[in-house]
């Protein structure tokens, strides 16, 4: 049977070509040459490398290199600095330029806000070609794993337990040691010595969360410091960062993200403020879901002009009535009077006076008519004060929230299959489920920030957009090709002809005659 013929690995071959005619006009590696050339990344923040004897690669080659391996699926340092030497299309897109691997990853340690920058900008381009709409926007955070194991996570919990095991082994050594003898003894004695030095560094972890008043429950990762251990989904649980990312509705475009160690309790208002200002408008409608649900939150959205579909969470366990028709949303409240009416008539009045809980203030309402009511054991299971409700500072906002949902079930419908797609695209399909930086907050945002940059950009490219070409930039580019074929034409081409009996009129490439 005959075969296609290999050919030879040692045959001469003079190529007709140059390495520009291998990259097709298509090619996304174009597309991200003309973006970055677009930009002025001294004006977005981008600094000159420190040099070290030989002068610093520039910014828009090394950005090219991140944006060029985040979109093909790439982002370790070491695989970006093998893929400079045997991919064509870096190649092209570098100059033949081969960084090493700790000045790339070192561009990306140290230029978090300037990347940022750059992200805005594919949602500046976005804006220009009216591919963001800006009426309806919807929000969600996702878990990313940091590089940081569980064991390497500690609270004041688990460094008890550990303290407390190590304690009681340490009782077993002491009575190990009045027995044994010989070698036995001197083994045991090192044994006693490790657990010494372990208890030593868990006191140091337990004086550090002791002195974090920062929050209730303080932890310390010991390999990436700002990285915490959060539920995740469920009761699965890992040591991570949230992103937190807003999504506009036309085309699933990203226009913010910010990466916190926090859950979503708090996060809502300042993702709103910052989308009023990317999109320079406070006419759209946010989509969240029940986890954003926060009193304050709802304030921070309404003074910001800002209408919110946020899902209402169920009632918990402790303020369930006995009876659910006995449940609190079922006491008519009036403004007027500034009391409640519960389901039997009876009114429940404030003393007036404001009481603090740990985020907000609340004011507490009851009613006499309590003790002798004959459903009294269907409405509460208090033995002695009967029901009381409590109504918060925030209970206005977060009453309109519950109407809007309401009266759009449609609208909110929608947020799932906005905002999930950006994560299903970016998780699933390109596998990137873990921060794979550990140097904290700042490292593990350039990071996604470069992530959600490949997003739009290849959500721009589907689109159809294509950067231009700029005239300067193409001069630039054929400068130095021009030289090098002179070059070849008063020296090198001579000795070819000679070398393989090619007659001095017979001119093979056909593009150096072109051009000389």
């Known amino acids: 049977m005959e075969y296609q013929q290999k050919q030879s690995r040692t045959q001469l071959t003079l190529y007709t070509t140059c390495l520009d005619d291998m990259i097709a006009e298509e090619n996304s590696a174009r597309t991200i040459d003309r973006f970055v050339d677009g930009l002025d990344l001294q004006a977005l923040g981008f600094g000159p490398m420190a040099s070290q004897g030989r002068p610093p690669y520039d910014p828009a080659d090394l950005l090219k290199l991140y944006i060029y391996g985040y979109l093909n699926r790439i982002r370790s340092s070491r695989n970006l600095e093998l893929e400079c030497a045997r991919n064509i299309e870096l190649m092209w897109l570098l100059g033949n330029l081969k960084p090493d691997h700790n000045t790339i990853a070192r561009f990306r340690k140290d230029n978090p806000k300037a990347i940022k920058r750059v992200f805005r900008a594919t949602v500046s381009i976005a804006r220009n070609h009216e591919l963001i709409g800006a009426i309806l926007i919807a929000g969600d955070s996702t878990k990313l794993r940091a590089q940081n ?6 609270n004041l919990k688990k460094v008890a337990r550990h303290l407390e095991y190590i304690d009681k082994k340490l009782e077993e050594h002491q009575q190990e040691l009045a027995e044994a003898d010989g070698d036995r003894k001197e083994d045991i004695r090192k044994l006693a010595e490790n657990r010494e030095r372990q208890r030593e560094r868990y006191l140091r972890i337990q004086e550090e969360l002791r002195a974090d008043t920062s929050t209730e429950n303080p932890q310390i990762s010991t390999s990436d410091p700002d990285s915490r251990h959060q539920i995740v989904r ?3 649980t890992e ?3 949230t992103a937190q990312t807003t999504v506009d509705a036309d085309h699933k475009l990203l226009i913010d993200y910010k990466i916190t160690n926090q859950n979503d309790k708090k996060a809502m208002g300042g993702m709103l403020r910052r989308a009023k200002a990317i999109l320079s408008t406070n006419a759209f409608t946010a989509l969240y879901d029940k986890g954003y649900h926060t009193g304050s939150e709802f304030k921070v959205a309404d003074d910001l002009g800002v209408d919110t579909l946020v899902a209402v969470p169920g ?8 009876d659910p028709a006995y449940n609190a949303e079922h006491f008519n409240y009036d403004p007027q009077r500034d009391s409640y009416r519960c389901p039997q008539r ?3 009045t404030s003393n007036g006076n404001w009481y603090r809980a740990r985020n907000y203030r609340f004011k507490q309402y009851k009613t006499k008519a309590c003790k002798n009511c004959p459903v009294r054991n269907r409405c509460t299971s208090a033995k002695q004060n009967g029901k009381i409700l409590q109504r918060s500072e925030f209970t206005t906002f977060i009453e309109r929230n519950a109407r809007r949902v309401e009266e759009q079930p449609d609208v909110y419908k929608k947020r799932q299959a906005l905002v999930e797609h950006p994560f299903g695209t970016i998780k699933r399909q390109w596998g990137f489920d873990h921060i794979i930086t550990k140097k904290g907050i700042p490292a593990a945002g350039a990071d996604f920030g470069l992530i959600a940059l490949a997003y739009n950009l290849k959500r721009l490219i589907k689109l159809g957009w294509k950067p231009e070409i700029r005239e300067n930039h193409r001069t630039n580019i054929l400068k130095k090709p021009l030289l090098t074929v002179k070059r ?3 020296g090198v081409l001579s000795h070819i ?4 009996k090619i007659p001095p009129s017979f001119r093979p490439i056909s593009r150096i ?3 000389v």
Do not use: W
């Open 488 to 490: 070849l034409k008063d």
């Open 315 to 322: 009632i918990g366990r402790a303020s369930q009535a006995p």
């Open 234 to 236: 469920g009761t699965i």
């Open 513 to 515: 005659s072109q051009i």
């Open 149 to 154: 194991s569980k064991k390497n996570n500690f």
């Open 346 to 348: 009876h009114e429940l």
């Open 497 to 500: 002809s000679e070398f393989m």
């Open 239 to 241: 040591v991570c960062y």
